[in-house]
């Protein structure tokens, strides 16, 4: 009797396995340049909000919709990126603009490149996320909270290199809008900077924004170039 039970049970783990690596990834679409599942109606037309945001499936690392504890997809709110026109010296959009730093290129979809880092520092300028299910004071704590937990593990995996991340609350100029500010810098044992970062994010009709200036491995960092100073003189939020 029991190698019949072993024998069923195994065929029914074979079964679920067969299952499993027969189950196809559900078809992604392309927006802003990531891949995303989007939510459908019977008829499989593209499921928006009353905000006119695209619905669309929160996936695992395998590509597959996760699922909430009730049992139905987990979502997540897409929009589409706002057109970016770039100029000799700026780049802006219908809600704002920045005129770019000397020693910078303009690229495309609201970037700027600092010349002679292979692309590596960027300064880069987007939507974030919108804020009509979760306050921004949330939104901004939550994306503190996932980079603190990020300086933890990479201090413990790397305990010889150094973490500092600086968080301060900054008013940007012209908008009159306040914004949260985050530093974020790692430095090697000879106190070299090896990743440098600031963050700025803002809310604006309902959306959060953000500015980012990012140099990985350290490449392009200039301790004298003050970005909150930069932004404040050259960001324009219309």
């Known amino acids: 009797m029991?190698?019949?039970i072993i024998a069923v049970s195994c065929v029914l783990i074979m079964l679920v396995l067969v299952i499993t690596a027969c189950q196809k990834k559900p078809a992604t679409t392309e927006i802003n340049g990531e891949q995303y599942v989007l939510v459908t109606d019977a008829e499989g037309n593209t499921m928006l909000t009353s905000d006119g945001f695209i619905r669309a499936y929160v996936?695992?690392?395998?590509?597959?919709?996760?699922?909430?504890?009730?049992?139905?997809?987990?979502e997540k709110l897409v929009t589409v990126a706002n057109d970016v026109i770039v100029g000799d010296k700026t780049i802006s959009t219908a809600e704002y603009a920045l005129t770019m730093p000397k020693g910078w290129l303009p690229g495309d979809a609201?970037?700027?490149?600092?010349?002679?880092?292979?692309?590596?520092?960027?300064?880069?300028?987007?939507?974030?996320?919108?804020?009509?299910?979760?306050s921004y004071a949330e939104f901004v704590q939550n994306d503190i909270?996932?980079?603190?937990?990020?300086?933890?593990?990479?201090?413990?995996?790397?305990?010889?290199?150094?973490?500092?991340?600086?968080?301060k609350d900054i008013?940007?100029?012209?908008?009159?809008?306040?914004?949260?500010?985050?530093?974020?810098?790692?430095?090697?044992?000879?106190?070299?900077?090896?990743?440098?970062?600031?963050?700025?994010?803002?809310?604006?009709?309902?959306?959060?924004?953000?500015?980012?200036?990012?140099c990985p491995e350290g490449a392009g960092y200039d301790e004298d170039f003050d970005f909150l100073t930069y932004i404040a003189e050259n960001y324009v939020i219309k």
Do not use: W
């Open 2 to 4: 029991s190698k019949k």
């Open 59 to 74: 996936l695992d690392d395998k590509g597959y919709p996760v699922t909430n504890t009730d049992g139905s997809y987990a």
């Open 110 to 134: 609201g970037i700027f490149t600092k010349v002679g880092t292979d692309n590596k520092c960027t300064i880069r300028m987007g939507f974030a996320d919108e804020l009509k299910e979760i």
């Open 145 to 167: 909270s996932q980079n603190q937990l990020f300086a933890q593990t990479y201090q413990q995996q790397n305990p010889d290199n150094e973490i500092t991340m600086d968080v």
């Open 171 to 214: 008013t940007i100029v012209h908008g009159n809008v306040n914004a949260t500010s985050r530093t974020y810098m790692i430095k090697d044992p000879s106190g070299k900077v090896i990743h440098y970062a600031v963050m700025i994010f803002y809310p604006y009709n309902d959306q959060a924004y953000f500015i980012n200036l990012a």
